[in-house]
């Protein structure tokens, strides 16, 4: 079955660095896009960036463009989040999500991973 | 980009009720809208996309309509599973925008 778990949320301070991971399985990573999507506390979903199957194309939201950098590792199934210049807003639970078609353009997304929490504070 | 607006933003009713949320786009997106249900502290399940079509597994209770800038999810009879929250998202293009959110409580 489709497993989706990230991995390398914490706290951090404002301007500083982090990495996040997801790592998934039960599916044919390589032909599917992915996308992460965050929500901070008692708020609702934002969508924060997506990769296509390959990684040749990339898309952000306009809050975290030219901050963040999605990327991909297909032959060990993962993928990135790069946070750089974080911010007190970017404190949210983040979650991977997988298109629901292969090789498609825009789409929705048909599993979730459980998320991870990013704090940003001083 | 493109603006997605629900209403109501919260929605207080009985099991058994049938209810209807409402999502508004700020340009046409075709039919190209899914609905998700999140409960708290799990992760989004997608319930119906193209606007109309049920997501298999998801129960008949569940319908969509709508297309262009206007689209409803109803819960024909509410279940006490069904207390939870519901997102609107378009995917017309990017960057894909989702609506503010429904809480559904029990009144």
């Known amino acids: 079955q489709v497993q989706l778990v990230e991995s390398g949320g914490g706290v951090v301070q404002p301007g500083r660095s982090l990495r996040l991971s997801c790592a998934a399985s039960?599916?044919?990573?390589?032909?599917?896009?992915m996308n992460w999507v965050r929500q901070a506390p008692g708020m609702g979903l934002e969508w924060v960036a997506r990769i296509s199957y390959d990684g040749s194309d990339k898309y952000y939201a306009d809050s975290v463009r030219g901050r963040f950098s999605i990327s991909r590792d297909n032959p060990t199934n993962t993928l990135y989040l790069q946070m750089n210049s974080l911010r007190d807003d970017d404190t949210a639970v983040y979650y991977c999500a997988k298109d629901v078609s292969p090789y498609s353009g825009s789409t929705f997304q048909d599993y979730w991973g459980q998320g991870t929490l990013v704090s940003v504070s001083s | 980009d493109i603006q997605m607006t629900q209403s109501p933003s919260t929605l207080s009713a009985y099991v058994g009720d049938r209810v209807a949320i409402t999502c508004r786009a700020s340009?046409?997106?075709?039919?190209?809208l899914a609905w998700y249900q999140q409960k708290p502290g799990k992760a989004p399940k997608v319930l119906i996309y193209?606007?109309?079509t049920l997501e298999s597994g998801v129960p008949s209770r569940f319908s969509g309509s709508g297309s262009g800038t206007e689209f409803t999810l109803t819960i024909s009879s509410l279940q006490p599973d069904d207390f939870a929250s519901y997102y609107c998202q378009q995917y017309n293009s990017y960057p894909l925008t989702f609506g503010p959110g429904t809480k559904v409580d029990i009144k």
């Open positions: 039960g599916f044919t990573f390589t032909s599917f896009g």
């Open positions: 193209r606007a109309s």
């Open positions: 340009q046409s997106i075709t039919n190209y």
